[in-house]
């Protein structure tokens, strides 16, 4: 299925893909190829796991945004986004330890830290 994951800000990654998991505000949801067609809200530091064709997994940090899913294709749209590999684990923790920081920069450090931990368990 084609597949396209893509942030206010850019498009981060666009091809084909066997499975997509993304985590949603009713809960973690998995896609095939000819899954039903729906759409769904992404949660605030939620993410996204993706298996392509080829390729190793791909893993981002997702925080907000919606996803449709049609019966071969899906397309993640967020907010804001970023791939495991990008993201500096260290401000993510600071951000985390930090009691000053909103709740919404709260969520984004620990779904940039649980990728990380997902790819390093791989």
């Given at each position: 299925?084609?597949?396209?994951?893509?942030?206010?800000?850019r498009r981060l990654w666009s091809g084909q893909a066997?499975?997509?998991?993304?985590?949603?505000?009713?809960?973690?949801?998995?896609?095939?190829a000819g899954h039903e067609p729906l759409?769904?809200?992404?949660?605030?530091g939620g993410i996204v796991n993706i298996v392509p064709?080829?390729?190793d997994r791909i893993v981002a940090a997702v925080h907000g945004g919606f996803f449709s899913v049609t019966a071969n294709s899906v397309r993640i749209l967020a907010e804001s986004?970023?791939?495991?590999g990008e993201v500096d684990v260290e401000a993510a923790r600071?951000?985390?330890?930090?009691?000053?920081a909103t709740e919404e920069e709260q969520k984004?450090?620990?779904?940039?830290?649980?990728?990380?931990?997902?790819?390093?368990?791989?």
């Open positions: 299925m084609s597949v396209d994951l893509v942030a206010v800000e066997s499975f997509v998991s993304a985590q949603t505000t009713e809960g973690q949801i998995g896609i095939m759409l769904g809200q992404l949660v605030e064709v080829e390729g986004a970023e791939f495991a600071k951000v985390l330890a930090d009691t000053t984004a450090a620990q779904a940039q830290v649980r990728a990380v931990e997902q790819v390093a368990q791989l």
